[in-house]
């Protein structure tokens, strides 16, 4: 009887999931991020940004864009887990994302125009860095693969008052507790590379750590620097975070997973303008990211002027994953914004229109586009609560450009939901 016990423990043993004490590796040389071969399975909440086995670095492909560009075979092959009801009611968690970005794209850049193994074209650094792709996201990523060094867009920028700058990153495991810093500042003599501590005339430093956030507004001559701190919703190591960042005049907020994680009043000195950035990575302290799809926009629009007397409002507000046509839930403060113009004028009927770049089938474009169309009137109906009768959805898939599809900034431009006042 004893015997009989102790092979049924062994069996129970054998058979029970090794994917408890899964590991997650970093392998540099085949500049992938790899999972071991007992690794639990992504939660499928969170599935978009799992990581997976990939044998092989992907090369620098455009159809792996925010477009319908994969083959729809493809597409039914790894469905998304999650129903878009579940999505939807995920919105209300998002309630603090006050943020709606402006008509005009500034800045887009997901490193689509740069090989796979090249230093990107835009940018210079005195450090090491290169093109990778992942195997937890698609696209091309810029690898800040030094541990002490700066990486200047090489771009002068004039920022407005009001701006939104987002970006994903996704820090390495190893290192220091910093995954990169971000410092936006103003510089009256161009300077291709200010390697100084605090560049320029003056700015901001954000410090993207593993436990917290840090900000240090600074200004030359001035003995003090305004600083601010968070530990709400710190990014995690060998994940996909998408980090948005609302500067409006002298006022800086941070927001990331479900939360405005950090809201300073006064972050930024009296008559800072800021026309440069770099990623910094600090000695002894930085592990390194991974760093895709920064985009730099105006902010908040007159959606009521837009919509109401010009009849028609451009939005870059609403965000899907890629081939996907789930309304994320950072999308709350656009729609939000859409439905309250709704609500004020309760005779206004509109249709919501989306719309792709030209990479991809013309086909599967048109497709996405209208099921993305579909999903804004659904969102605003079952979260907002606005009547079905007043909405109609439609898509034009690639077929209505606003600027030619030769950059990713043009790019940007035309992958865009439009709103047409009936």
């Known amino acids: 009887m004893k015997s009989l016990l102790k092979i049924f423990i062994i069996v129970a043993m054998i058979s029970f999931p090794l994917s408890v004490n899964s590991q997650v590796k970093l392998d540099l040389k085949k500049q992938v991020i790899t999972i071991d071969k007992n690794s639990k399975k992504d939660n499928p909440k969170d599935q978009n940004q799992g990581i997976q086995q990939k044998k092989e670095p992907q090369q620098n492909n455009q159809t792996q864009k925010d477009n319908g560009t994969k083959p729809p075979d493809e597409n039914k092959t790894n469905p998304d887990t999650r129903s878009a009801n579940q999505d939807?009611?995920?919105?209300?968690?998002?309630?603090?994302?006050?943020?709606?970005?402006?008509?005009?794209?500034?800045?887009?850049?997901?490193?689509?125009?740069?090989?796979?193994?090249?230093?990107?074209?835009?940018?210079?650094?005195?450090?090491?860095?290169?093109?990778?792709?992942l195997s937890i996201a698609p696209g091309n990523w810029f690898n800040l693969n030094s541990t002490d060094g700066n990486y200047f867009l090489l771009k002068s920028i004039d920022f407005p008052k009001n701006f939104i700058i987002e970006f994903d990153i996704v820090p390495k495991k190893t290192g220091g507790r910093i995954a990169a810093g971000l410092i936006l500042y103003g510089e009256e003599k161009s300077k291709e590379m200010d390697n100084s501590p605090h560049p320029g005339n003056s700015g901001i430093i954000i410090s993207i750590e593993k436990e917290r956030w840090n900000t240090m507004g600074y200004k030359?001559?001035?003995?003090?620097?305004?600083?601010?701190?968070?530990?709400?919703?710190?990014?995690?190591?060998?994940?996909?975070?998408?980090?948005?960042?609302?500067?409006?005049?002298?006022?800086?907020?941070?927001?990331?997973?479900?939360?405005?994680?950090?809201?300073?009043?006064?972050?930024?000195?009296?008559?800072?303008?800021?026309?440069?950035?770099?990623?910094?990575?600090?000695?002894?302290?930085?592990?390194g990211s991974y760093i895709s799809n920064i985009r730099i926009t105006d902010a908040s629009p007159d959606m009521r002027c837009k919509l109401l007397t010009d009849g028609k409002l451009v939005t870059y507000g609403i965000y899907f994953d890629v081939n996907k046509d789930v309304v994320k839930p950072e999308s709350y403060g656009t729609l939000k914004g859409i439905a309250d113009v709704l609500k004020e004028n309760a005779v206004v009927k509109v249709k919501i229109v989306g719309h792709t770049d030209s990479d991809g089938a013309d086909a599967a474009n048109m497709d996405l586009s209208k099921r993305r169309g579909a999903s804004v009137k659904d969102a605003l109906v079952k979260d907002f609560a606005i009547d079905a009768s007043r909405l109609e959805s439609d898509g034009m898939g690639e077929t209505q450009p606003i600027a030619p599809n030769d950059t990713p900034v043009n790019k940007a431009l035309n992958r865009r939901v439009e709103l047409i006042k009936l």
């Open 220 to 287: 030359t001559n001035e003995n003090t620097a305004i600083t601010g701190s968070s530990i709400v919703n710190p990014v995690e190591v060998e994940k996909v975070n998408h980090v948005i960042i609302w500067v409006q005049n002298r006022r800086f907020r941070i927001y990331h997973k479900q939360a405005k994680v950090l809201d300073m009043p006064t972050n930024v000195f009296d008559g800072t303008k800021f026309n440069r950035l770099c990623f910094r990575l600090s000695r002894g302290a930085s592990c």
């Open 88 to 133: 939807q009611q995920s919105l209300q968690s998002f309630s603090k994302y006050d943020f709606i970005p402006g008509e005009k794209v500034i800045l887009f850049d997901d490193f689509s125009q740069d090989a796979v193994g090249d230093f990107p074209a835009l940018w210079s650094a005195n450090a090491a860095g290169e093109i990778n792709t």
